[in-house]
């Protein structure tokens, strides 16, 4: 008889933290210990109206409401729904005949949304607005027959939605190191577009080199990266050169979180790291650091920023400075599909999303 092996994981042991004393002791700071805290921040309005979307249709139609992938790419906004009773599937066909479905707000192919048709399926289409004018600037000039550079990254779901629009127009360019493999048609009838969550320096860079091949490249009709996006790289860019390190919130799939920690050390940040949760923060990373810089993705709540501020008042830094480089007051409609159903019912109580609308915990 043949035995397998079972592989039983190891419990997780709680890592015990040196005291501020002990790391104050490894690597002295001179002078006073301070934080940078960026603004804007967290949420955006495309976020917020996703969640917002989630939560009121578990409110109005009761578990299980069923989310084609994350609703926003962040660990805690998952979980938290889910606790509540959202179930995230991958693609439709996990989802029951006739069920309820809401569309991620990085947005969808219509493939996705004729599967969901031939399913019979209910849906709601979260998809961020922003992201919504992406595809239909894709649509509109692959009906004039130009080739499409969608510049973003291949895999994620907002470029799959948005290249799924036209796939026979669109090549994707992952960035400035593709450039020399771009292939067209006819060069005067070229035009790009790009995932609204890239870096802008590189998304530009990217952009140059194509023109330096493709001078006649024409640009999109307005800015495809969107304003919290680029409004948060403007914060960390501003707080970059006076920190000693900098810390984002943000999970690992969130792009734009990832780019908030290529931004800060580009811009003169001695180091930078990502996490979930104030509890993955080493505290070995504040030895010799007298000024840290705290950011949160555009999908990140409040409340974890709050979690981290705390941490770091522990050890020694409460002096807490807010830079703020724009102001944000962006609201967007919940999805059509949604607002009925509020109407009906008489709920009021939550018709919009965006910046400042959101409670904290």
């Not at 921040?41 to 994350?70: M, N, S, T």
């Not at 009709?221 to 919130?249: E, H």
Request: proline letters at 6%; hydrophobic letters at 40%; one cysteine or more.
């Amino acid at each position: 008889m043949t035995s397998t092996a079972v592989s039983i994981p190891m419990p997780t042991v709680p890592r015990k933290r040196r005291t501020p004393q002990e790391v104050a002791a490894a690597a002295p700071v001179p002078g006073s210990r301070k934080v940078l805290l960026a603004a804007p921040r967290g949420y955006c309005a495309g976020v917020d109206r996703a969640v917002i979307a989630v939560e009121k249709a578990l409110e109005h139609y009761g578990p299980p409401v069923y989310v084609r992938k994350q609703i926003v790419h962040n660990v805690h906004v998952v979980s938290s729904l889910e606790a509540k009773g959202a179930i995230f599937v991958e693609e439709n066909d996990e989802v029951p005949e006739g069920a309820l479905v809401v569309f991620s707000a990085h947005g969808v192919s219509p493939a996705v949304i004729a599967s969901a048709v031939d399913r019979g399926l209910r849906t709601i289409d979260a998809t961020c607005p922003l992201v919504t004018k992406v595809h239909r600037e894709a649509v509109r000039f692959a009906k004039d027959d130009f080739d499409i550079l969608l510049i973003g990254h291949d895999g994620h779901e907002e470029v799959e939605g948005t290249a799924g629009e036209a796939p026979e127009h669109i090549q994707i360019v992952n960035g400035p190191h593709e450039v020399g493999k771009v292939q067209v048609r006819d060069p005067d009838k070229l035009i790009w577009l790009s995932q609204t969550t890239l870096s802008v320096d590189e998304t530009m860079e990217t952009v140059r080199l194509l023109k330096e091949r493709f001078p006649t490249l024409q640009d999109p009709p307005s800015d495809d990266i969107c304003y919290a996006t680029t409004n948060r790289q403007v914060a960390i860019k501003k707080i970059a050169p006076d920190a000693d390190l900098v810390i984002v919130v943000g999970s690992a799939n969130s792009s734009n979180s990832v780019r908030l920690v290529e931004v800060a050390l580009e811009y003169g940040a001695k180091a930078s790291y990502r996490v979930d949760y104030a509890n993955e923060i080493d505290e070995a990373w504040f030895e010799g650091a007298a000024t840290v810089g705290v950011t949160s993705g555009a999908s990140v709540p409040e409340v974890l920023v709050k979690d981290v501020l705390r941490l770091l008042s522990d050890y020694g830094y409460a002096d807490v400075e807010e830079v703020v480089t724009a102001e944000e007051d962006l609201l967007f409609s919940l999805p059509k599909e949604l607002r009925a159903t509020l109407k009906k019912a008489g709920d009021s109580s939550r018709s919009l999303g965006g910046r400042g609308s959101r409670p904290t915990s």
